[in-house]
């Protein structure tokens, strides 16, 4: 039985494709390493989609005057919570493509970056919130 191949035994043969396995994988990590630039897009828009589940919840006919609302009731306006929560979403989706240039320039002036070349961490801090943010394969991980 031959167990070298052109002075070359199954064990370093082994090794080397491990190591140019370990090499490609790490290079497709420092390729699909997200710039800082898609972090700013992400961040801002996770940033008016959490305005808008906070400021437009379904308890805003809880910040409706009860005179105001019993007026309407009595209208027929049936349902103003929920026509409420709509417009105050539909308002913030319209507005928020007209603030996003602002959201994106505050949240790169409140954003520090530790690039890793395969992976990079985002720490940003925004009224008085701390959040960090994983970058990797293409895609960003946030833990508060």
């Not at 140019?20 to 710039?35: D, E, H, K």
């Not at 910040?63 to 417009?87: A, K, S």
């Not at 409140?110 to 293409?138: C, M, P, R, W």
Request: hydrophobic share 40%; glycine share 6%; charged share 15%.
């Amino acid at each position: 039985m031959i167990t070298r191949t052109m002075g070359l035994s199954s064990q370093t043969i082994y090794q080397g494709g491990s190591a140019i396995a370990l090499i490609a994988l790490v290079g497709v990590f420092a390729v699909t390493n997200p710039s800082k630039e898609a972090y700013l897009n992400y961040a801002s828009e996770k940033f008016v989609r959490e305005i808008k589940e906070s400021a437009c919840q379904q308890n805003v006919v809880d910040r409706i005057p009860t005179g105001v609302n019993n007026l309407l009731r009595d209208l027929g306006l049936e349902n103003t919570g929920n026509r409420l929560q709509q417009l105050c979403q539909d308002s913030l989706t319209a507005g928020g493509d007209r603030f996003k240039p602002f959201l994106k320039d505050f949240v790169q002036q409140s954003t520090t970056q530790q690039n890793f070349q395969v992976f990079s961490l985002y720490h940003t801090e925004i009224l008085d919130q701390k959040v960090t943010t994983l970058a990797l394969l293409g895609n960003f991980i946030t833990f508060s």
